[in-house]
DNA sequence: ATTAGGG
DNA sequence: CCCTAAT
């Protein structure tokens, strides 16, 4: 309901899908802590801090480079540029545990969830009493840090939670003393350099990798979406993303979205491993993260983690226990982009807070701290009427019914923001791809400016299953995002934190947008409003502050916790179409071979497993047992289910020779057999 | 990896 | 669709 209520707010003329399956009451929970901790405000505070993270800017950042540098080579700048123009420079650090953990608050920010799954739902527009919070974070010397946590916590009030990654941000709206653009401004510009810093620094580590990673960068373009980093997605780069990319959705209902295949070449090859898609989004397969490892740039983690660069022979496996690092520096690079990842606790207490090294970022005795700053801005009413989706080519047959194409069309859209989605800003007609810059900076500001501003949706990432509103999506490389939000997920699981629950995003669809018109975004609530309300705007994030016995207790609910949080794959109700080619095949191959079923007539409907061929198999079985009234969904030509009951019933009676009979033969076989079955079915008679 | 069934 | 058990 929170998510779907913020979503309808940002998105009121999309309805996305949201309800997360995961536990909502966790996320609720935090939600409504967020809005307490941010409420305790401390403006003065915050005033004080960004003035000295100004102050300590260069030094921190310096600091930090240098506390980093051990791991992470300097890299020039002219590697990484790019990346710091397209991308986000990273905005927030949190590299130890530890003094996140005390120094931290939270968000108002959503995190993104996982939902991912989760949906990183949360539009980052972070902001309480209209104040535009910018978060930031920085690492700095132990002496910084350490002054840096006794500055924060008081004002937390309560523990704060520990949100290791999380754009940590201090939200005290008291006062709501508006600092205005005078101090934000000054500190946006430290910020930023620290910003560009921290990013180099981590992008870096590795010439190589930073290479690797420029590929990605080109999203900035927010067209593509390029899943061939390297080579750890060797196909992936014949697939087409993006606005340019056109979904052809075919009457057959099959593969809608191809740019959701990750590797359909790859299937090409290995027909089976296409259906280990749905393991793979489940559970994240091995399969998986054993492709993604070969993106070099993931070997940038262990800096963060305080631990030594892997060896080389390392590099390009998927170790389990790399795994968490992976997800840490993920994590990370995710939350610099501004988007909050729900499970940040989860991993802190396990990656880091747990880790020998808690409490300390280094051998160096240097701690890292992690902080946000608020940054003030004289609020922007914003308020968006509609967003510009990208271009999506639907194709369907004549006969489709409206209500079909309706539900096509929203899988497409659903689609393509399973994939991720990323908002882009257009000003004047041109797009806003500077996303560090303030709105002030943009000129977003005044009446007019609004007029002339415009909201894009486009398709953030091929196949990560989570939904996310970034506030600077354009940062988020495609690649790494997907990657990002499923190492999140399988973090989590391993994590569970009750808290962490990732909302696994939701696919759901309302299909009954148009006759439950959502309220017209008829209020000037800017978007900041809309993603603070109190309810809303709070991510998954978890929240209590880990405490140890938190921590000790994650293990345990380990598996109940892993299912959880894996989303739910989304529903796709099988076209007529569909149903016709798996009548087809259920007459000629018998209803004891899915497989080959699924080879022969859903060879390249990625998204059918045999498994899914079977359950349908059984539905149609039953629908066509049932009077047409009961029927649901669309439906199917009683002539398809005729041959259903037909099939059905003489395979039933078949089943030991299913497997001599040719294609011709077995039809032929099956043709005969359905007269002498003879079933009725809504009142009409097959002719025996 | 598949198949079969229950949920 | 999901989950499991049994192959």
Request: positive net charge.
């Amino acid at each position: 309901m929170v998510f779907k209520k913020r979503q309808s707010h940002g998105f009121n003329n999309l309805h996305f899908p949201s309800v997360p399956k995961a536990p909502r009451s966790a996320r609720r929970a935090f939600h409504k802590r967020i809005v307490e901790d941010s409420q305790i405000c401390a403006f003065e505070l915050l005033a004080s801090l960004a003035g000295k993270l100004l102050q300590e800017s260069e030094s921190s950042s310096a600091s930090s480079n240098a506390s980093d540098a051990n791991d992470r080579p300097a890299i020039s700048d002219g590697v990484v540029k790019r990346e710091q123009v397209e991308t986000k420079p990273v905005k927030t650090e949190c590299l130890d545990l530890g003094s996140c953990e005390e120094s931290i608050f939270l968000p108002d920010y959503g995190s993104p969830s996982s939902d991912s799954r989760g949906s990183l739902n949360e539009i980052p527009l972070p902001a309480e009493s209209d104040a535009i919070l910018e978060r930031y974070s920085t690492v700095s010397n132990s002496d910084s840090s350490e002054k840096g946590n006794s500055d924060v916590k008081p004002i937390q009030g309560e523990k704060a939670p520990k949100l290791e990654g999380v754009p940590p941000v201090t939200v005290e709206p008291c006062d709501e003393k508006p600092e205005n653009g005078v101090g934000s401004q000054p500190l946006a510009d430290g910020m930023e350099t620290q910003g560009l810093i921290l990013d180099n620094a981590c992008s870096s580590k590795d010439p190589m990798k930073s290479c690797l990673r420029n590929p990605a960068l080109i999203n900035s373009d927010n067209t593509a979406i390029h899943l061939s980093h390297g080579n750890s997605l060797p196909r992936a780069s014949d697939l087409k993303h993006g606005n340019g990319v056109k979904l052809g959705i075919r009457d057959d209902d099959e593969n809608i979205f191809r740019f959701n295949k990750l590797s359909s070449r790859r299937k090409a090859f290995r027909p089976s491993s296409r259906i280990g898609d749905r393991r793979i989004r489940k559970l994240l397969s091995s399969k998986y993260w054993k492709a993604a490892p070969k993106l070099k740039d993931y070997e940038l983690t262990r800096p963060y983690l305080g631990m030594k660069p892997l060896h080389h022979k390392r590099k390009l496996s998927c170790n389990p226990d790399k795994t968490q690092g992976d997800i840490l520096y993920k994590r990370r690079k995710f939350s610099d982009r501004s988007v909050v990842i729900a499970s940040d606790r989860g991993f802190s207490g396990e990656s880091v807070c747990n880790s020998p090294e808690k409490g300390t970022s280094g051998d160096n005795g240097s701690a890292v701290l992690c902080y946000g700053v608020v940054k003030l801005l004289v609020s922007v009413k914003l308020n968006i009427k509609s967003f510009k989706i990208p271009e999506l080519f639907i194709d369907v047959p004549e006969t489709l019914t409206v209500g079909s194409l309706k539900r096509t069309v929203v899988e497409a859209v659903t689609s393509l923001l399973g994939g991720g989605l990323r908002v882009g800003l257009v000003l004047h007609g041109k797009k806003v791809r500077d996303d560090n810059r303030t709105l002030l900076q943009t000129g977003i500001t005044s009446a007019e400016s609004l007029e002339t501003l415009g909201f894009t949706l486009e398709p953030n990432s091929v196949q990560a299953p989570v939904p996310l509103c970034s506030e600077e999506p354009h940062a988020i490389l495609p690649c790494e995002t997907s990657h990002l939000i499923s190492r999140i997920v399988e973090s989590l699981k391993l994590i569970d934190s009750p808290r962490l629950a990732p909302s696994p995003p939701t696919n759901q669809v309302d299909y009954n947008s148009e006759t439950t018109d959502q309220e017209p975004l008829s209020s000037n609530a800017d978007i900041v409003a809309d993603n603070k309300s109190p309810s809303d705007s709070k991510a998954l994030v978890a929240v209590e502050p880990a405490s140890a016995e938190a921590l000790a207790v994650v293990p345990l609910n380990q598996k109940s916790r892993r299912s959880e949080n894996v989303q739910r794959r989304t529903r796709r109700p099988f076209s007529v179409s569909e149903v016709e080619a798996l009548v087809q095949a259920v007459e000629e191959l018998g209803t004891g071979r899915w497989r080959d079923v699924k080879l022969r007539s859903f060879d390249n409907a990625d998204h059918r497993t045999y498994v899914d061929l079977k359950d349908k198999w059984k539905t149609l079985v039953h629908t066509a047992q049932i009077a047409p009234q009961q029927r649901r969904g669309e439906p199917v030509p009683q002539k398809l289910l005729d041959r259903v009951l037909a099939a059905h019933s003489y395979w039933s009676q078949h089943q030991a020779k299913q497997h001599t009979k040719n294609a011709a033969a077995v039809a032929t076989a099956t043709a005969t057999a359905t007269p002498t079955v003879l079933q009725i079915t809504d009142g009409q008679a097959i002719e025996a």
